[in-house]
């Protein structure tokens, strides 16, 4: 269960089930069906609005109990809950209510990147690029301009994780802006994202 206010009203999401490699949520309040890979709410009275991005991080549990170590840690129950919906039933309500909502996913993989690349995907003022990490394991920095933006992206190698920040006037990371990257399989950032650039050392 996940809570989040849209437009000043706190909603309650449930899970329904897993479409297209991706959560699908319904919140109690209003009803309406979200998608995880995109936040956009698909179905009901909120259809066409998203949810804000908030920032995360792939890290190892070393590096992360040394920054933070009275973490609270989520364990899974020993008898999970299931989805409200089976997949039939859950299959039958998308494909009635979100036929104009379609992607590559839905008819072809999008073949310029193996489909089980590990990319760190980013929006920015409706831009999408995916960062390889083979790249970025590489270069260890990458700078960049996506959506008008400059940026600059850090690979912590022995950690395995990957830093986004905006660039300050003299083209440095600026802590003070970090930016919410999305670590993921080619194949499902490109299926959300299916008007992606990939990234490419100049």
């Not at 959560?23 to 995109?38: V, Y």
């Not at 690349?117 to 083979?134: D, K, S, W």
């Not at 996506?146 to 920040?165: A, C, F, K, S, W």
């Not at 930016?179 to 080619?186: M, P, V």
Request: proline fraction near 6%; hydrophobic fraction near 35%.
């Amino acid at each position: 269960m996940y809570a989040a206010t849209v437009n000043g009203q706190r909603l309650t999401f449930e899970v329904l089930g897993v479409w297209r490699r991706n959560l699908i949520m319904q919140d109690r309040e209003t009803r309406s069906i979200w998608q995880q890979a995109t936040g956009e709410a698909l179905y009901g009275p909120l259809k066409g609005i998203h949810l804000e991005l908030i920032g995360g991080e792939q890290t190892s549990w070393h590096d992360w109990v040394t920054r933070y170590p009275d973490t609270a840690v989520s364990i899974e129950p020993t008898n999970p809950p299931r989805g409200l919906l089976s997949f039939s039933q859950l299959e039958f309500l998308l494909e009635k209510f979100t036929g104009d909502y379609k992607t590559p996913g839905l008819n072809r993989n999008d073949t310029r990147l193996p489909s089980h690349e590990e990319v760190g995907g980013l929006m920015l003022n409706g831009a999408a690029r995916a960062y390889p990490l083979t790249q970025l394991r590489a270069s260890k920095m990458v700078q960049d301009v996506l959506g008008g933006v400059p940026l600059v992206m850090l690979y912590d190698e022995q950690n395995d994780r990957i830093h986004t920040y905006r660039q300050n006037e003299n083209g440095r990371p600026d802590p003070s802006q970090p930016l919410s990257i999305q670590r993921q399989y080619w194949l499902g950032w490109s299926e959300f994202h299916p008007d992606t650039t990939i990234f490419e050392e100049k």
